[in-house]
Each structure stands twice: as C-alpha cells, then as structure tokens.
C-alpha cells in the first residue's frame, strides 16, 4: 500500500508561486504513475497534471500548460507541482493520487491512491 502527504499550500498574490510536495511512503514508489488533482468548492475533482512511472512523460490540463511543471524524485519518493503565475481561478483543494496504471491515474477517481489534500488560495 501507499500512503500519500500533500504539503507546500498556502496563501499567495496572483502572479506568485508555490511549490506542492507529495511525500509517499513504501519502497515500490517507482512502480506508481503520479497525478495531481484540485477542487473547488461546488466544483467537480479536476484534473492537473499527471507523470508516468518513469517520468518520460508529463501531462497536464490546458489550463494550466505552460505555468505548473509536475515532477518526481524516486530517490526520495516525492513527486512535486511547482506552480507559477497563479491565478484566482486556481484557488483550490489540491490532492496528489497514485496508481500503478497510468491510465487509471489520469482519470478523476480512478487511481487507488489519495493524499488529504492542501489548500491553495491566490488572491486578486
């Protein structure tokens, strides 16, 4: 099993940046594609981004291409989101999530892991 602690939220301007850490637990971390997923209240779980289990491939959502870069260390069994250019619209609940299946990874509700989450909230 995998145990998923998102950190690095906070409170920033639009325009700022932050950084989201999600540190897993186990020694097969290598084995699980990765994936970011935000909500915001009344909102549907959206989407982010999303790594393969090697890291040669990076997805994201239009909305945020160009500006939030998903990363992943396997030495230290962490995936990163580095956020930049923050907008008001991306004011939300952020939660990491794993599956072993990239294709379930990528899908809202379809990775068998789920982090608690971090609030992220930029001001106008």
């Known amino acids: 099993q995998v145990q998923l602690v998102e950190t690095g939220g906070g409170l920033v301007q639009a325009g700022g940046s932050l950084r989201l850490s999600c540190a897993a637990s186990?020694?097969?971390?290598?084995?699980?594609?990765m994936a970011w997923f935000r909500q915001a209240p009344g909102k549907e779980r959206e989407f982010v981004a999303a790594?393969?289990?090697?890291?040669?491939?990076?997805r994201y959502t239009e909305s945020v291409k160009g500006r939030f870069t998903i990363s992943r260390d396997d030495a230290r069994n962490t995936v990163n989101l580095q956020m930049n250019s923050l907008k008001p619209e991306d004011t939300a609940v952020y939660y990491c999530?794993?599956?072993?299946?990239?294709?379930?990874?990528?899908?809202?509700?379809?990775?068998?892991?789920w982090g608690q989450g971090t609030q992220v909230t930029v001001s106008s």
């Open positions: 999530a794993a599956d072993t299946n990239y294709a379930d990874v990528i899908r809202a509700g379809g990775a068998d892991y």
């Open positions: 790594i393969t289990r090697s890291g040669g491939t990076r």
């Open positions: 186990g020694r097969t971390f290598n084995n699980y594609a």
